[in-house]
Each structure stands twice: as C-alpha cells, then as structure tokens.
C-alpha cells in the first residue's frame, strides 16, 4: 500500500503539503491540490481516517442506535437516516441493541471509543443516563421516534397521540363498541402516548374505556400473536383491535383467522407505522403512516447542524401521522 510518503516523494512536495491537501486545510495553489490528488489517486493510495480525525477533530460519521433491525419500521428509518447522512457527506455506524441495556451501553461507549461525531438514538430506554452520559461529554446526540421528558437534547418524532386517537376513531366510526390495543412497554412514551390517543377517541365515542382491552406484549409478530389470544379469550372479546405497530397487527391478523374468525368481516385490525408489510399483509393493512422519510431527514439535519456548531437551542420537531385505509377494517359485525 502507498503511504503519505510515497505520495510527497512522486508528487514533488513535502509530506506537510499532501497532509493539507487531505484534509482541505492550510494555504496551496489549487494547481498543487489537483497535481497532489492526481497522484493519490495513480498511486491508489487512501487516507488513515483516523490520522485525519485526529487532524480534524472529525471523523464525519455518526452513529445510529436502534432497538432491532428486524422490526422493518426501525430498518426504514435507518435506510432514511443513512440516505440523508450520505447527502451531507456523512457515514452512519448501526448498532441494534435488541431492547438490551446493557447491550446499549456497550455500543453507546464503543461509538465514543471510534470517535462519532453525534450519535442518533432509537432506543425505548428505560431512563435518560446514557443519554446524559453523552450530554455531558459535549457529544452532539439527537433522538428519533422516541422522546425524553427531563432532558433537552433535539427530538424528532411522530405525535403518538393523534395516532392512536386515529386509529381508534375510525374504528369507532365503524361501529366497533369492544376495541382493544396491543401496545409496547408503556413505559416507552410512544406507545404510552398511542393508548392515551386511544383512550381519548374511545371517550369522544362515547364508549367506555376497559382495561382488560389494554394488552401488552413484546413488539414482534409472536408478541401481538399471544396478546390475541388473550383478547379473545375473553367473555366479551373484542369486534375490533388496534395494534401499536405493524408487527403486532399482523399477529392479530393471523390469530383471528386460526380462530375462525374473517377479517374484516368479524375482526378488524388497524396497526401503526406503514411498513412494507402493510400493503403485503392479506388483506393490505389499514395502519397509520409514519413519515418515515421525514424523520430520518430532520434528525440528520438537527445532528449534523449541532456538529457543525450551527445551531444553538435545542429543537423538537413533531411530525403528524395520517391513516391509511385498507382492508383490514370494516363495520362491526351484527
């Protein structure tokens, strides 16, 4: 491999000047910028980012903390997140925690330990010290699809409540009188604020809100399967379940129908995020939609303007959710 070396011996220059030119600092000529970079790119050599970091004091990347990879809401979001990073010249390091703590903060100190310029958290964590943790360090940090109610730090996300109250007023407009959800840890303030959506639309309905209708599970397909079985073991189970994302919807969608029930005809599901799946699933989901897109382009921009010492206050960028009607819904049966 070339070194720095090689390279100032061909080009004719001192070992001072190709650093500059690498890291686009100090006063050349442009005629010896480009004659430099001709021979870097004969002598196919490449820059150690970690002796520009150091120079720099940057490493133009970011890392992205996510709860798993395989729920296709958080792979979207990082897709978003990584598009919009690369646009503003930025590489993105993904680590999914599987909701394990301690599997965070070992991420959350390797990300420090490569020098990330910011780090973007998706996590549902229980408490705010690692997000403190990187506070203090002067660590530029934002968060996305979750929030936190005792720090300042920049915050993108979904107004949770009105999808939920979306969610389950169409439901109610369609007749349904037993709605129940299936939510996330509801220490997690999305899914807190999606129930308390829900529970507002129950009570403009007119319908009384039940707590038995409230289950809680693990946010995968097996999760939603399991709180179905629940809910319609009950004495009075319900016409009608909205599922707090779109993995559990699907699991109510597959349950009803091992239990002899037709959807939408005697169960409707609506579910939340507006993956990929939702338009797949038989019948195509009606969900709410996330701006997906959206959120991983404010949350980079928020990030990268903070690393960039451009912004001073912290901001807090709430999107609106729209439902999508498809064919899982449908009026309450007789």
């Known amino acids: 491999m070339a070194t720095i070396y090689d390279v100032a011996k061909e080009a004719g220059?001192?070992?001072?000047?190709?650093?500059?030119?690498?890291?686009?600092?100090?006063?050349?000529s442009e005629q010896t910028r480009k004659?430099?970079?001709a021979v870097m790119k004969e002598l196919d050599y490449q820059p150690s980012l970690v002796a520009s970091a150091l120079t720099k004091k940057r490493t133009n990347t970011i890392g992205l903390m996510l709860p798993d990879l395989s729920n296709l809401f958080f792979a979207e979001v990082a897709r978003s997140v990584e598009d919009r990073a690369h646009e503003k010249g930025y590489n993105v390091v993904i680590c999914s925690t599987d909701n394990d703590a301690g599997k965070e903060?070992?991420?959350?100190?390797?990300?420090?330990?490569?020098?990330?310029?910011g780090i973007v958290l998706a996590t549902g964590m229980q408490s705010d010290k690692s997000v403190k943790s990187l506070l203090d360090a002067r660590l530029p940090v934002a968060l996305v699809a979750r929030e936190s109610q005792r720090l300042a730090v920049d915050t993108v996300r979904v107004d949770d409540f009105l999808g939920g109250y979306?969610?389950?007023?169409?439901?109610?407009?369609?007749?349904?009188?037993?709605?129940?959800?299936?939510?996330?840890?509801?220490?997690v303030s999305s899914s807190?604020?999606?129930?308390?959506?829900?529970?507002?639309?129950?009570?403009?309905?007119?319908?009384?809100?039940?707590?038995?209708?409230?289950?809680?599970s693990s946010f995968d397909i097996e999760g939603g399967k399991e709180a179905t079985r629940r809910l319609l073991a009950l004495d009075r189970p319900p016409t009608a379940i909205f599922a707090c994302n779109d993995l559990l919807a699907i699991g109510c969608i597959q349950v009803g129908r091992a239990t002899g029930?037709?959807?939408?005809?005697?169960?409707?599901?609506?579910?939340?995020?507006?993956?990929?799946?939702?338009?797949?699933?038989?019948?195509?989901?009606?969900?709410?939609a996330q701006p997906i897109p959206d959120l991983?382009?404010?949350?980079?921009?928020?990030?990268?303007?903070?690393?960039?010492g451009?912004?001073?206050?912290?901001q807090r960028v709430v999107l609106v959710p729209e439902l999508v009607l498809r064919g899982s819904t449908g009026p309450a049966p007789r």
Do not use: C, M
């Open 166 to 187: 979306l969610a389950a007023s169409h439901l109610a407009q369609l007749g349904h009188e037993r709605i129940a959800v299936i939510a996330e840890n509801l220490r």
């Open 105 to 117: 903060e070992k991420y959350l100190a390797w990300l420090r330990q490569k020098r990330v310029d």
């Open 296 to 308: 991983g382009r404010h949350v980079v921009d928020l990030i990268t303007q903070e690393i960039d």
């Open 261 to 288: 029930r037709s959807v939408p005809s005697q169960l409707s599901v609506v579910g939340f995020d507006n993956t990929l799946i939702a338009s797949l699933a038989e019948p195509p989901l009606t969900t709410v």
């Open 13 to 28: 220059v001192s070992i001072a000047t190709v650093s500059k030119v690498i890291n686009e600092t100090g006063r050349i």
């Open 35 to 37: 004659h430099v970079r």
């Open 310 to 314: 451009g912004k001073q206050a912290k």
């Open 192 to 216: 807190r604020e999606r129930v308390e959506g829900y529970k507002k639309a129950l009570e403009e309905a007119g319908l009384p809100f039940d707590e038995s209708l409230v289950a809680v």
